[in-house]
Structures are given as C-alpha cells and as structure tokens.
C-alpha cells in the first residue's frame, strides 16, 4: 500500500510540476489563445490532477489516523486524529483552489 501510495504522489507531483512550467508564459510574452481542444485536454488534465491530489490527501489521512491509533490512547489520540482530519481538508481544499484558478486561466485564454 505505502508504494502504491509513493508511486501515485510522485506521478501526481511530477505531472503538476509539468503542467505548471508548460502553462506559465515567458516573461513579457502574451498568452497565445487556445483552441477548444487544447483547453479541453487541459481541463482534463487539471481535472485528473485535482482528484489525485484528492486521493492523496485521503490515502494521507487514512495513514495519519492510523499512527494516531497505534501510538496514542484517550483524548492524545482523539485530538491527533482530528489534527489528521483536518491537515486532510485543507489539503483538498488547496487542491481545489488549484483547480480552479487552472480552470480560470484556461477559460481566459481561449480563443
């Protein structure tokens, strides 16, 4: 499970990383518009790429509450799982603030 889980964090991070030099405009140059099935494919992508984060941050929590289970008892554990829940919903909600602002950038720059 932990390698499955280090495979899908390094693709993930490794895809973003790409997309993200690939999607940023050389200083002083204008954007060149998109054609709709260029901003499709990389609608796609943002979109993969946000449900990945996504399970990352669950499969995260999951191992976090896990920890907290065996290495904690009584309100210790109780607030460390909590911790974990909540490092878990603001992780997903970076992830989609990501998303969003890619779907942005991607509507703005059609053609």
Avoid: W
């Avoid at 669950?58 to 309100?75: P, Y």
């Avoid at 607030?79 to 992830?95: I, L, P, Q, T, Y």
């Amino acid at each position: 499970m932990n390698s499955k889980l280090t495979v899908l964090i390094a693709a993930a991070s490794t895809a973003f990383m790409m997309t993200a030099r690939a999607a940023e405009p050389a200083p002083g140059a204008s954007e060149p518009a998109l054609t709709k099935q260029e901003a499709k494919s990389m609608k796609a992508q943002s979109e993969g790429q946000y449900k990945a984060k996504k399970n990352v941050a669950e499969a995260n929590e999951d191992l976090n509450r896990a920890d907290c289970k065996s290495a904690l008892e009584g309100s210790a554990k109780r607030a460390c799982e909590k911790s974990a829940k909540h490092a878990a919903k603001s992780e997903k909600a970076a992830a989609k603030a990501v998303h969003e602002v890619q779907e942005k950038k991607i509507d703005d720059s059609k053609k």
